[in-house]
């Protein structure tokens, strides 16, 4: 026991001196002439902030769009970091906080071992890019090799994995946990969403997986080589592939699981390729109908569709920015697992579930 007791005492004593040392770095796309990371001076890339970081910082992202050097190919290096939007529970915040590369790179690349202390949340990447000719070629908005950040509350839209696997995430050897977020308008060789590839673990809590697209396989999602996907209390429908094989409309699986509950997703004919000794599980709670958005047109950018869900007790109208009533309500509506505490963030009387 004495070893144990003494390995114990040291992981607290390393924790309460990186409690100690943590720093709160700022950026804005403005910058500053003479940026130090604070609130008053931010600097004026995310690249700058990560240079300057160390593991337990947190590098906060004011409201604007992050493009150009500095703000695309984004790789921690084995740093443990929170890299966050400034209000990253509110959508609009999240909305106007934007990573975009422009086609010309990736957002970011996490190779070096960083573990699910890594939080990825609030913020927006778009119009991110991977080709064939990178190493690897997949993931454009995040490419994951031995690591397994936590991605939570982002926005990912029309971004682009040319010449491989995971439209906007890719991991592989990886144990990523991915909550509270919009896939829309992605697009990928394989995957158009989402790819999981060599022996990954993946969690997809919370989240819709709406509109992505794939030339050859997996429309939404993609997972090879005893890869195991768990998809709980969201919504994946309306993805599609570009090729007429029709297979996988939704999700392709060679020699890989996905296990799915309390969640909208369509089980036509050719939605599921099963490939090998795979194997998809639907349990408890999973829907078949249509989630009833308030206006959608699967293919089109994100601003051109409302993924509010209809409901004849009250819903958000974002265009004309006051509450409407619909004729139907979505099935999805208060159909998540009975035993999440969630809903407890809904203003009374909605529901009591998530």
């Given at each position: ?27 804005d ?17 995310i ?51 934007i ?8 957002g ?5 071992q ?16 991977s ?26 839209q029309?971004?682009?994995?040319d ?28 995957g ?22 794939a ?57 599921f ?63 998540g697992d ?17």
């Amino acid at each position: 026991m004495y070893p144990v007791k003494i390995w114990g005492f040291w992981a607290l004593f390393f924790l309460l001196i990186c409690n100690l040392t943590a720093a709160d770095l700022y950026v804005d796309p403005a910058g500053c002439p003479d940026p130090n990371g604070s609130a008053e001076m931010p600097f004026a890339t995310i690249q700058a902030a990560l240079d300057a970081a160390q593991s337990g910082d947190r590098i906060l992202l004011n409201p604007g769009v992050y493009t150009g050097p500095g703000n695309r190919d984004l790789d921690p290096n084995g740093l443990i970091l929170t890299i966050q939007g400034s209000e990253p529970s509110d959508p609009d915040v999240i909305a106007q906080t934007i990573i975009d590369p422009n086609y010309l790179g990736r957002g970011f690349v996490f190779r070096n071992q960083e573990d699910p202390n890594f939080l990825l949340m609030g913020l927006t990447l778009r119009n991110t890019w991977s080709q064939q000719e990178d190493d690897p070629p997949h993931g454009s908005a995040i490419s994951c090799s031995g690591a397994s950040p936590t991605i939570r509350s982002c926005i990912f839209q029309e971004c682009d994995a040319d010449g491989g696997w995971g439209g906007a995430i890719y991991g592989e050897f990886s144990e990523m946990q991915i909550e509270h977020c919009l896939f829309f308008g992605n697009r990928a060789r394989y995957g158009g969403a989402i790819g999981a590839n060599l022996f990954s673990r993946m969690t997809l809590n919370h989240c819709t997986i709406v509109g992505n697209q794939a030339w050859f396989n997996g429309g939404g999602l993609i997972c090879d080589f005893d890869t195991s996907i768990t998809l709980t209390n969201s919504i994946f429908t309306f993805n599609h592939l570009v090729s007429k094989e029709n297979k996988g409309w939704q999700v392709s699986l060679r020699d890989s699981s996905m296990t799915v509950s309390f969640s909208s997703i369509a089980n036509e004919p050719n939605d599921f390729e099963i490939i090998g000794n795979s194997l998809i599980q639907l349990h408890e709670g999973v829907l078949e109908a249509a989630p009833e958005f308030a206006s959608s047109v699967p293919s089109a950018p994100q601003s051109y569709s409302d993924l509010h869900l209809r409901s004849q007790a009250g819903r958000w109208d974002s265009d004309a920015a006051e509450w409407v009533t619909d004729s139907v309500t979505s099935p999805c509506i208060d159909a998540g697992d009975p035993n999440s505490a969630a809903w407890s963030a809904e203003p009374w009387p909605h529901g009591k579930r998530v």
